[in-house]
């Protein structure tokens, strides 16, 4: 299984982001679960892949070319795929990953969230799609999104079908039941 994880490019202000990061990443190793990810070396994005290298683990990253060449991205991976653009690093997890989860992060990991979560909802994939909920990091963001659900924009079963997990088990065993409702024209 191969896994997509959105995150932030810093580490937040808080420890515990840090440590539930390279928490997972070990999970992930140890299950032969292979990391898919931006390719950074900086912030959560560097914990979590170093946490998976450092436990024998697979780590696959997609970095566009402009953040290469920043000296951004991680020179110890499994494999790094150099691609020109935002777009296509998004496209080229998504075909890579057989499911998807957003750590915390800011913009960027909402962006690549929300794109992700769309295209189930537009039946382009068939896929589960996470948010790790460390420390209620996503509290508000859920309220929204069944405020959403609530005011009619949002079908109830788009709502529903974001796993939302706090531990790498609850993860992995929420993938391993997973169901993706129909697509909005399915």
């Known amino acids: 299984m191969k896994v997509a994880v959105y995150c932030g490019s810093s580490m937040g202000n808080d420890e515990v982001y840090a440590e539930a990061a390279r ?4 999970y992930f190793a140890e299950q032969n679960i292979s990391l898919v990810y931006g390719g950074g070396k900086v912030g959560l994005m560097g914990v979590v892949a170093d946490a998976v290298l450092d436990n024998g683990g697979e780590v696959i990253g997609v970095i566009p070319t402009h953040l290469q060449h920043k000296e951004i991205g991680h020179p110890g991976l499994t494999e790094l795929i150099e691609v020109p653009d935002m ?3 998004k496209a080229k997890m998504a075909e890579l990953a ?3 989860v957003a750590l915390p992060g800011g913009a960027g990991t909402m962006e690549e969230f929300f794109e992700i979560w769309t295209w189930a909802q537009l039946g382009l994939h068939r896929k589960p799609c996470a948010l790790y909920n460390v420390n209620g990091f996503y509290d508000s963001l859920l309220t929204f999104i069944h405020s959403a659900k609530d005011a009619g924009f949002t079908r109830e079963a788009f709502a529903d079908m974001i796993i939302v997990a706090s531990e790498p088990q609850q993860l992995l065993a929420a993938y391993q039941g997973y169901e993706s409702p129909a697509g909005k024209w399915g």
Request: without cysteine.
């Open 98 to 100: 057989d499911a998807y």
């Open 23 to 26: 928490a997972l990443g070990k």
């Open 87 to 89: 777009h296509t690093r």
